[in-house]
C-alpha cells in the first residue's frame, strides 16, 4: 500500500501568512492522483484539490497544490480565520486508496 | 445538489455486525463510485472500499475478510455491512462519492459515529 508521510504534523502561523504543507509518498503517485482535503472540527473532510493542482469547485485561488511523483505540495498563500483547521492528501492512484496523518494549521 | 446522508446504530456489540447505510439525495448512484470511508485517531483516515454505479466492489484488504458494500438504485442508496466486529472499529463513518474521472472524493456525508461496545 502506499502510505503518505504528511510534515510537519502541526504549523503555528499567525492570519495573513503563507502556510506550506508537505505530502511524501512510498512510492510514484501515478497521473497525480492526489487529493487535499480540509477538515473542521466536526465536520466531514471538504475536497480542496484534485489531481495534484486542480482546485475543486467553489475553493478560493489563495490555496494551491503542486508537485509529482512522490512529493506534493499544499500551499495556502495568506491564511485566512477560517483555514485554520486540519489538511490531509489522499493518493486515488492505486488500492488501497490512503490518506496521509495530516498537518494542523493552528493560530501562532 | 447531491447530498449523502449515513443512518444506523450508534452502538453495535463486539462480535456482532455493523450496518449502515447512505441515502443520496439529488441524484441518483447509477453513476460514479460509492464509497465508504471511517476516521478514529488511532489509525486515523481510512478508506474501507466502494461500489460503483454498474455494482462492482473494492475493498480495502485489511478489511476485506469482513467487509461488504451493496447497493439499491431504486431507493439511491448503498449500505456497508462490517461483521465480526471489535473496540477497533469504534470511528466516524463517512460515505463519500468518487466521479471516477480523478477528482477524488467530491461529495461527503456528515458522518455518523459508531462505538463497539457491550
Known amino acids: 500500500e502506499t502510505v503518505l508521510t504528511q510534515s510537519p504534523g502541526t504549523l503555528s502561523l499567525s492570519p495573513g501568512e503563507r502556510a506550506t504543507l508537505s505530502c511524501r509518498a512510498s512510492q510514484r503517485v501515478s497521473n497525480n492522483y492526489l487529493a487535499w482535503y480540509q477538515q473542521k472540527p466536526g465536520q466531514a473532510p471538504r475536497l480542496l484539490i484534485s489531481?495534484?493542482?486542480i482546485r475543486a469547485t467553489g475553493i478560493p485561488d489563495r490555496f494551491s497544490g503542486s508537485g509529482s511523483g512522490t512529493d506534493f505540495t499544499l500551499t495556502i498563500s495568506r491564511l485566512e480565520p477560517e483555514d485554520f483547521a486540519v489538511y490531509y492528501c489522499q493518493q486515488y492512484s492505486r488500492s488501497p486508496l490512503t490518506f496521509g496523518g495530516g498537518t494542523k494549521v493552528d493560530v501562532k | 445538489q447531491v447530498q449523502l446522508q449515513e443512518s444506523g446504530p450508534g452502538l453495535v456489540k463486539p462480535s456482532e455486525t455493523l450496518s449502515l447505510t447512505c441515502s443520496v439525495s439529488g441524484g441518483s448512484i447509477t453513476s460514479y463510485y460509492w464509497n465508504w470511508i471511517r476516521q478514529s485517531p488511532e489509525k486515523g483516515l481510512e478508506w474501507i472500499g466502494f461500489i460503483s454505479y454498474s455494482g462492482s466492489t473494492n475493498y480495502n484488504p485489511s478489511l476485506k475478510s469482513r467487509v461488504s458494500i451493496s447497493a439499491d438504485s431504486s431507493k439511491a442508496q448503498f449500505s456497508l455491512n462490517l461483521i465480526s466486529v471489535t473496540a477497533a472499529d469504534t470511528a466516524v463513518y463517512y460515505c463519500a462519492r468518487d466521479t471516477g474521472v480523478g477528482d477524488g472524493f467530491d461529495i461527503w456525508g456528515q458522518g455518523t459515529m459508531v462505538t463497539v461496545s457491550s
Open positions: 489531481g495534484a493542482s
